[in-house]
């Protein structure tokens, strides 16, 4: 059954990495519902008893769950479980064989380790721990009798035959086999327990909201009754090594292009290129000069709202709304009509354009671009 489970395992696995892309979105913080079948073992009395040869089998369970995130670490989960355990051998004494089904409920407590502090969240792999505690209710039986009502009598030589050994008919005693069909009720105190389990595994995350797991669930029963056998103190337990497929509900919490989004966020969120103390993610102005002083934002101050900073202004109280040149100066309104005038090309034809010139250097020099011989012709028309 375990060889099963785990090629079942292994051909979704072939399918899910067909699937991924750069673009895989990771699920998380999203509620999801599960089913899950598996193989169940026995691990009790009859496994610890001196000189017997036992057969412990692997039988069928199966479980229905529903997953709740609580943090992007951690999840609660809730199951209904059917489970199934057997066991048969010879002593010195006897044989002995039971068959127990066991129904039941738990809840529990899970870390996962794909949350960016063990493994990364961008990786198809999930990997999980964790445990709890649940309660179930059992019903216990061993197979007496055949499809006759036949009872078993085991032999020296290893037959089964239909009178004892000891029997004064036992030359005529016959060979018989067992039905495997668990008939009898083992009487019992209890039909209810409690008990703990440590449960771990791992997911293959193979679309946006379905998710293949393996898991190992072990469970410390609080009695010694599923077997039948109750010779010592020593509790029943029982495994499940299981598959399941789980759905989730919702969209992904986040892509993983925006995991990387985020990681990048946080490096440049802590980076200062400039120096100003206004880290780059809010920094407005991100070439400010080494030494300057800036607002918030990031960018150089300018205490009279002229837009020349106050490292450059050279006229540090300018009037509210006034027009100033680069260096923070208020503009006359000749200055305002030449800067126009210049900066529209219209300058040229004008009556005080030499006077201007001469004036004004600096602003012809950075605005005029005319020749000299329309120069000329201004000076000699006026």
Not at 139 to 157: G, M, Q
Request: charged share 25%; aromatic share 12%.
């Amino acid at each position: 059954m375990r060889i099963l489970t785990s090629l079942a395992l292994i051909a979704l696995a072939g399918t899910a990495s067909a699937q991924f892309t750069t673009k895989y979105e990771y699920l998380s913080m999203n509620p999801a519902i599960g089913l899950g079948l598996g193989s169940t073992n026995y691990f009790g009395e009859l496994n610890s008893i001196e000189e017997f040869s036992a057969a412990k089998t692997s039988t069928f369970g199966g479980h229905l769950y529903y997953m709740h995130p609580i943090s992007p670490s951690v999840f609660g989960k809730a199951s209904l479980n059917f489970n199934k355990i057997s066991h048969w051998g010879i002593d010195s004494v006897e044989v002995r064989n039971f068959s127990t089904h066991i129904y039941g409920g738990d809840v529990g407590a899970f870390y996962r380790l794909d949350n960016d502090i063990v493994f990364d969240q961008q990786k198809p792999l999930t990997v999980f721990v964790g445990g709890g505690v649940g309660f179930a209710a059992f019903n216990a039986k061993e197979d007496l009798t055949n499809e006759s009502s036949e009872n078993y009598y085991y032999w020296s030589d290893g037959t089964i035959r239909n009178l004892s050994e000891e029997d004064p008919n036992a030359n005529n005693a016959a060979s018989i086999s067992r039905d495997y069909n668990y008939e009898t009720e083992i009487e019992s105190d209890k039909s209810a327990f409690a008990y703990l389990y440590l449960e771990g595994g791992f997911g293959l995350k193979i679309t946006h909201n379905l998710t293949a797991n393996l898991s190992y669930k072990h469970s410390f029963a609080f009695t010694d009754e599923l077997d039948g056998v109750t010779s010592n103190d020593k509790k029943d337990r029982f495994d499940y090594f299981n598959i399941s497929m789980a759905w989730s509900f919702g969209k992904p919490y986040r892509t993983a292009d925006e995991i990387l989004r985020d990681k990048e966020a946080e490096t440049i969120d802590m980076s200062d290129l400039d120096g100003d103390g206004v880290t780059d993610l809010y920094d407005l102005c991100a070439k400010t000069p080494y030494g300057w002083e800036v607002d918030n934002e990031g960018c150089p101050l300018d205490s009279d709202g002229d837009r020349v900073p106050d490292k450059l202004d050279k006229e540090p109280n300018t009037a509210k709304d006034a027009v100033v040149n680069e260096e923070g100066v208020t503009l006359t309104e000749e200055e305002i009509e030449v800067l126009y005038l210049l900066q529209t090309g219209q300058v040229g034809g004008h009556e005080k354009f030499a006077e201007w010139k001469a004036k004004y250097p600096k602003m012809f020099s950075k605005y005029y671009s005319g020749s000299a011989t329309s120069t000329n012709q201004s000076e000699s028309e006026e």
